[in-house]
């Protein structure tokens, strides 16, 4: 439709699926989360772990913080009409620009072009939730103009961050970070958006699916280059089957749950979709741990075994604990079932340590404990006695 009112969609919609232009919109994403894992492989490489990974987070913020408030607007808002998806396209084109900017932010502390791409990405859904405004009426609307005015700030905000001295600008970025979070919480206090359950549990499975597609991607450019140009197969075997295993695992792990049962109001859905930041970053970051122990078996890398072998088992162990965390454990019935993915994790840690093995190490790991899991679902299911108080 050319043109339709931006009221709220309904919350007990059925059949609420992701549309082709939300899909989009998270491909788009890739380009910036590609950016954010190369610039965080080649500090890794170099040995520049500290600098490495924190500008790493602060660059996968804003990734994931514009993905999410679109996201979540849209499950409320969608009316797909031309205004809609003019604004939706207007936030692509800002992404684009936010990832070109990513390598400057990243190296040199100068967050000008993200910054710039990060304002285009957010008056185009300041436009967005002014224009719900315009079309609701009482709590909705306080709400809307609410999300409006916290927006417009937290961009003035970002805009004075780069008059700042460059010494402050890191330490500022925290600031800025901890006002864009409490928006959101603001807004929501006294009427919650009608965001669709199932529609948001699926659209954050799909951009998981993305984030370790693009780990996938990375990896497999980094063994071919490697292969090519130092013909090392021999040594990279154990790094591609490993990598292959783990993200295989971390896919099938995450979707174990129907975890849109649980999002039943904000107080469980807000820490839920926060607590993603750490899923999504971890996720792409075991991409870029791969491509590092690329790197250290072909010789390219000048940092030590476990140093590359940290690249890949710190952010795969994050990965599996904060998935328990945020919805595994809710599903999960007695000592055994809970155990199993805090277990996991501490093994994959402890894989570190295994030098050049680790990867595979790790691969093996999460693929045991993804059959541990189906093994005891099975079991359960089955109804055996001795593990009746056992479930996925």
């Known amino acids: ?141 306080r709400t809307a103009l609410t999300y409006a005015v916290g927006l417009v700030v937290c961009q003035l905000g970002w805009v004075a ?71 090392a197969l021999g040594e990279l075997l154990p790094v591609a089957g490993g990598g292959l295993l783990t993200v295989f695992a971390a896919w099938w792990i995450y979707f174990a749950a129907p975890v849109h049962e649980r999002l039943r109001g904000n107080r469980e859905a807000i820490p839920w979709g926060y607590g993603h930041y750490v ?13 590092v122990a690329v790197e250290h078996a072909v010789g390219k890398a000048h940092i030590s075994a476990t140093a590359a072998a940290a690249a890949m088992t710190v952010p795969t162990a994050l990965y599996l604990a904060t998935v328990w965390l945020l919805h595994s454990r809710h599903f999960k019935r007695g000592a055994v079932e809970q155990l199993l993915l805090p277990v996991s994790a501490a093994a994959v840690l402890a894989c570190t340590f295994a030098g050049d093995a680790a990867v595979l190490a790790t691969g093996l790991v999460t693929a045991l404990t993804v059959a541990t899991g189906v093994a005891l679902a099975e079991r359960s299911r089955r109804g055996d006695p001795r593990t009746a108080d056992l479930h996925l």
């Not at 800025?176 to 919650?192: D, F, K, Y």
């Not at 780990?215 to 450019?221: K, M």
């Not at 899923?279 to 491509?291: H, L």
């Open 279 to 291: 899923i999504f970053a971890s996720a792409a970051a075991i991409g870029a741990g791969i491509e």
């Open 1 to 141: 439709m050319a043109y339709q009112p931006m009221t709220a969609r309904s919350r007990h919609e059925e059949h609420r699926a992701a549309t082709p232009l939300e899909l989009f919109f998270d491909l788009c994403f890739v380009v910036a989360v590609a950016s954010a894992g190369r610039q965080l492989v080649h500090a890794l490489v170099e040995g520049h772990p500290g600098s490495g990974i924190t500008g790493y987070l602060f660059v996968f913020f804003g990734v994931w913080w514009a993905w999410m408030n679109f996201s979540w607007f849209a499950s409320a808002y969608d009316v797909d009409d031309v205004p809609y998806r003019v604004a939706t396209l207007v936030q692509i084109a800002g992404v684009l620009v936010y990832s070109a900017g990513v390598p400057q932010a990243f190296n040199d502390n100068d967050w000008t072009v993200a910054v710039i791409g990060y304002l285009i990405m957010r008056v185009a859904l300041t436009a967005q939730w002014l224009r719900a405004a315009a079309c609701e009426q009482g709590p909705a609307r």
């Open 161 to 231: 961050l780069l008059a700042v001295p460059e010494s402050s600008k890191r330490w500022l970025f925290l600031v800025m970070v901890l006002a864009e979070l409490s928006v959101p919480v603001i807004a929501e206090r006294g009427h919650q958006t009608q965001w669709h359950p199932h529609h948001i549990a699926e659209r954050y499975g799909l951009f998981t699916i993305i984030v370790l597609g693009e780990s996938i991607a990375a990896a497999t450019v980094a063994v071919q280059s490697a292969v090519e140009e130092h013909e």
